[in-house]
């Protein structure tokens, strides 16, 4: 049996398609009230979660009985990409995507769904700055050189993935394309694992330390050197 792992559910649009596609969801997990009770009158008997931070995989195998799933899917929340808000990324609160990230690492799912908006395109968010060498200074003396690392959200959340041992492609496909009346970008992430990664089974993935701590491995853009461009300009900073 294909089974179904529903994050960040909201009313149940991933779960209907999945069911469509021959899927039987088998978990739950909404935070809104409202959205909350649309999924108890549709899907009265699936066990569901109301906080993404209890997902884990052994309240996973109390709910439903299982150690694993085929597929988690998850809209996470789009508020700290959205071109409608203040665009925060990791600094929003609802910067959630990291929370989905451990889910994904304890239960191991074949395949992962995520949808987001299409702000997310273009949404930098800040990385730490990297030792990369000395320059002499006015008085002969080494000055360390320091490198802000700064990426696309997309490209870190693909690389994530990538590190846990899944095969991904993000994908924009508007609602026009598939009937609606209006454009509506909306990003989606679809992954099938295909190793173990290089996260060893049994490691914690703290939500703090998941996302965007990953060494760079390939170049990301022909023109930054393996960087992604900075959206302030300027890469180098000495001090």
Request: charged fraction near 25%; proline fraction near 8%.
């Amino acid at each position: 049996m294909l089974t179904h792992l529903s994050l960040f559910s909201g009313i149940g649009g991933i779960d209907l398609a999945a069911e469509a596609a021959g899927f039987t969801t088998v978990c739950q997990c909404e935070w809104a009230d409202f959205p909350m009770e649309v999924l108890k009158k549709h899907w009265p008997q699936v066990p569901k979660f109301r906080d993404i931070t209890t997902v884990t995989k052994e309240a996973f195998f109390e709910k439903t009985g299982r150690e694993t799933t085929t597929l988690i899917s998850g809209g996470f929340p789009c508020q700290p990409f959205s071109v409608a808000g203040r665009r925060k990324g990791a600094e929003d609160s609802r910067y959630l995507w990291p929370h989905m990230l451990r889910a994904i690492h304890e239960i191991r799912p074949g395949w992962i769904v995520g949808e987001n908006v299409g702000g997310i395109l273009t949404m930098v968010q800040p990385g730490k700055a990297a030792h990369v060498g000395c320059q002499p200074s006015l008085f002969g003396e080494d000055q360390p050189v320091y490198r802000k690392r700064e990426e696309y959200v997309v490209e870190t959340i693909c690389r994530d993935l990538e590190r846990e041992g899944y095969t991904v492609q993000p994908l924009l496909i508007p609602a026009c394309a598939v009937g609606a009346p209006h454009r509506r970008d909306r990003i989606w992430f679809v992954a099938h694992a295909d190793g173990e990664g290089l996260q060893p089974e049994g490691t914690e993935l703290s939500p703090e330390g998941a996302s965007g701590n990953h060494p760079r491995d390939a170049t990301a853009h022909p023109d930054s050197g393996g960087d992604t461009p900075l959206a302030t300009g300027g890469t180098l900073e000495t001090s």
